[in-house]
């Protein structure tokens, strides 16, 4: 492959885990490269000196707008907006400005499988990774989950396949990425705080469908009228799921539906493939959707049946989505850390039949806390408030149930030990993001997990 970027100025705006694997990657190609962060030397630590060490020129604390304007390419971190002023004056300019997604999708060879949406890309993500795999194929799981998408050009071996995770910051940072098979599982407001609008949102989301071709297909939620309207855009052969047998008013190539003890896949004019789930790692009908998204891109990625079936009976789920810690004088404590807005903490309570305690507050993202108040009658028992938007939370619930303010994790976990009976659920699952208290929301179920284990 030419080194396109061989002798050029690179520019890589923020230095987390994706910005790092793209700096190694454009090393790798021949490029100068530049890494800058809002963060100190001190903040970032072992990264900044590995980076120095490496090459890299370090600018920390800033942006120097000589920098990037002086730049061939700009290859911006998810967590970087493109409405930054010192970006768009960079595009003004005439610069590339690229995501890290875009950038290692330059130097893949293998289809891409992406899923985006607001709510369950991480399990659906890893669960078509493990279907895949249990047909034999070498594949590279990552993307928004867990590794970086450039991590992937940097392996000694080559994979069969990539299942990535794609989040809406990354897929407004794509120009000529090439999603094989493109699934949309739902759209809730969520990054309020980041768009203008739930339309802007929805449109980043829309990407994924921008440069399919022939021989690719898209996997959509069918009950969802958000997803069918941006899946219109499209321009290849669409495969719905639904839990209820919705119509979706688009044509349809084939789907999945539920069916008694778990599902059933038909594809085109084909017989139906009937798939059990009884895995309690995929329980509540969000993990059914989940599975059958999964199952569909698997099969038409090529997995046999049997594959597909091994892999839903084995997957063991992931840390931080309705992750089930112990159980204590029988009581259970569930980690739904990875609950970072309202409608996934929903899918929580949904999913469990009753008399919980939860956990929730953070950093609100802007939408109303309404819904959740409405789920929770009947089922939660009262709510332990936590983090900047504990007062709204609580303003919120009103008197319609019991509100216990404590203010920190730690605190959390006593009452709730404290309040919680044979037979209760304690239910962390936020609704809300982690920063004004954690690292990112893995710290946060981190905690949670080390807290309760030690009770």
């Not at 705080?193 to 939620?221: L, P």
């Not at 979706?248 to 139906?272: D, V």
């Not at 007062?391 to 919120?396: C, E, F």
């Not at 404290?418 to 209760?424: C, F, I, M, Q, V």
């Amino acid at each position: 492959m030419e080194r396109f970027l061989e002798g050029k100025s690179v520019v890589v705006y923020g230095l987390g885990k994706s910005g790092i694997a793209a700096a190694r990657l454009l090393l790798r190609e021949g490029a100068r490269v530049s890494g800058i962060d809002a963060r100190t030397e001190a903040d970032l630590g072992e990264p900044a000196a590995a980076l120095r060490a490496q090459g890299v020129t370090l600018s920390l604390g800033s942006a120097p707008a000589d920098l990037l304007n002086s730049a061939d390419l700009i290859v911006l971190s998810p967590g970087v907006p493109f409405g930054l002023p010192e970006v768009q004056r960079a595009r003004a300019a005439g610069i590339k400005i690229w995501g890290e997604v875009e950038l290692a999708s330059k130097f893949l060879e293998g289809p891409i499988l992406g899923i985006t949406g607001t709510n369950g890309k991480s399990t659906t993500t890893a669960l078509t990774g493990e279907l895949l795999a249990q047909s034999g194929k070498r594949v590279f799981v990552g993307g928004n989950l867990g590794r970086p998408l450039a991590e992937a050009p940097l392996q000694s071996e080559p994979f069969d396949a990539y299942c990535i995770e794609l989040s809406s910051f990354q897929l407004e940072g794509t120009d000529s990425l090439r999603v094989h098979a493109a699934a949309l599982l739902n759209l809730t407001p969520d990054h309020l705080d980041r768009y203008s609008s739930f339309a802007e949102y929805g449109a980043a989301k829309a990407r994924i469908f921008h440069n399919q071709r022939e021989g690719d297909f898209a996997v959509v939620n069918a009950e969802d009228s958000g997803v069918i309207e941006l899946a219109r855009s499209a321009r290849v052969p669409v495969y719905g799921f639904s839990v209820d047998a919705a119509r979706s008013g688009l044509p349809l190539a084939g789907g999945a539906r539920r069916a008694p003890g778990g599902f059933q896949i038909q594809l085109g004019g084909s017989k139906p493939e009937a798939y059990a789930l009884s895995n309690p790692a995929l329980r509540g009908d969000h993990n059914l959707k989940n599975a059958m998204a999964a199952a569909l891109l698997a099969r038409l990625g090529g997995a046999p049946h049997e594959a597909v079936q091994r892999g839903l009976s084995s997957f063991s789920g992931l840390a931080h989505r309705m992750e089930s810690v112990r159980t204590l004088n029988g009581v259970e404590w569930i980690n739904d850390s990875k609950a970072t807005n309202v409608d996934s903490a929903l899918v929580a309570l949904r999913a469990l039949k009753g008399n919980i305690w939860l956990i929730a507050g953070g950093r609100g993202k802007g939408a109303p806390y309404a819904p959740l108040v409405e789920e929770s009658r009947g089922k939660v028992n009262g709510i332990l408030t936590i983090g900047e938007d504990a007062a709204a939370l609580a303003a919120a619930f009103g008197s319609s149930l019991p509100i216990h303010s404590c203010e920190s994790l730690h605190r959390a976990v006593e009452r709730a030990r404290s309040l919680a009976r044979r037979g209760d659920v304690v239910l962390l699952s936020p609704a809300c993001a982690s920063y004004d208290q954690f690292q990112n929301f893995e710290d946060r179920g981190d905690t949670f997990k080390r807290l309760v284990r030690a009770l």
